[in-house]
């Protein structure tokens, strides 16, 4: 499934990019939460990491708020729109279940709609794989479309690039519980006009400061 989202996301580079310009403007709730994780950052100088950062425009946003940004994602194509985009930021081509990073280097991460491609059963070693990079008491956010029930969790959809599932955000809260984060809060909100009819989920979350 990685090879085919990649080039997938390679192909549609140049279209997603002019989908998404704009796009933290059109939902306010979205800017909300991402200052409430930029608040939640605690640390002097660390990094933290946009997974699934597409061309940028998160990555750009957070440095506005004051935070040392990187993005990672698995398409080189968008990467080089990032680039394009915000060329004094930094960009990386990187898979967010396998992180090129140190252990407890990250300060945060954030991963919107970058999960919404991974089957329900790889998640928990992705985020096993994200205890492992952060920080004790780094801060996680995490979006993405939310399915009616647990019984949905997992149920494809039609994404305009590539399959995508939809998530149940209790059944993603208990994995990221399962793999050691705490202060689980999630949100969910109902679908705007023009959005497709299925409703969003935002979980913040934090890694323990002691053993899982």
């Given at each position: 499934?990685?090879?085919e989202?990649?080039?997938?996301?390679?192909?549609?580079?140049?279209?997603?990019?002019?989908?998404?310009?704009?796009?933290?403007?059109?939902?306010?709730?979205?800017?909300?939460?991402?200052?409430?994780?930029?608040?939640?950052?605690?640390c002097?100088?660390?990094?933290?990491?946009?997974?699934?950062?597409?061309?940028?425009?998160?990555?750009?946003?957070?440095?506005?708020?004051?935070?040392?940004?990187?993005?990672?994602?698995?398409?080189?194509?968008?990467?080089?729109?990032?680039?394009?985009?915000?060329?004094?930021?930094?960009f990386?081509?990187?898979d967010?279940?396998?992180?090129d990073?140190?252990?407890?280097?990250?300060?945060?991460?954030?991963?919107r709609?970058?999960?919404?491609?991974?089957?329900?059963?790889?998640?928990?070693?992705?985020?096993?794989?994200?205890?492992?990079?952060?920080?004790?008491?780094a801060?996680?956010l995490?979006?993405?479309?939310?399915?009616?029930?647990?019984?949905?969790?997992?149920?494809?959809?039609?994404?305009?690039?590539?399959?995508?599932?939809?998530?149940?955000?209790?059944?993603?809260?208990?994995?990221?519980?399962?793999?050691?984060?705490?202060?689980v809060?999630?949100?969910?909100?109902?679908?705007?006009?023009?959005e497709?009819?299925?409703?969003?989920?935002?979980?913040?979350?934090?890694?323990?400061?002691?053993?899982?």
């Amino acid at each position: 499934m990685t090879d085919e989202v990649r080039d997938a996301y390679d192909a549609r580079a140049a279209d997603y990019t002019a989908f998404v310009v704009g796009a933290l403007d059109r939902v306010p709730g979205d800017k909300e939460s991402l200052a409430v994780f930029a608040e939640r950052v605690d640390c002097d100088g660390c990094v933290v990491a946009d997974l699934g950062c597409g061309p940028g425009y998160v990555v750009d946003h957070l440095r506005g708020l004051g935070v040392q940004a990187v993005g990672y994602d698995i398409s080189a194509a968008l990467i080089a729109e990032a680039r394009r985009a915000v060329p004094d930021a930094d960009f990386h081509v990187g898979d967010l279940g396998a992180l090129d990073v140190a252990d407890a280097s990250l300060g945060g991460i954030v991963a919107r709609y970058s999960l919404i491609h991974t089957l329900p059963s790889m998640l928990g070693g992705i985020f096993d794989e994200w205890m492992r990079a952060l920080e004790p008491g780094a801060p996680v956010l995490v979006s993405f479309f939310a399915s009616s029930s647990p019984e949905a969790h997992g149920t494809p959809f039609d994404h305009a690039v590539v399959t995508a599932y939809e998530l149940c955000p209790a059944s993603v809260a208990r994995q990221l519980g399962d793999a050691g984060f705490i202060d689980v809060d999630v949100l969910v909100r109902d679908p705007r006009d023009g959005e497709r009819p299925l409703q969003h989920a935002t979980i913040h979350a934090a890694k323990s400061v002691g053993p899982a």
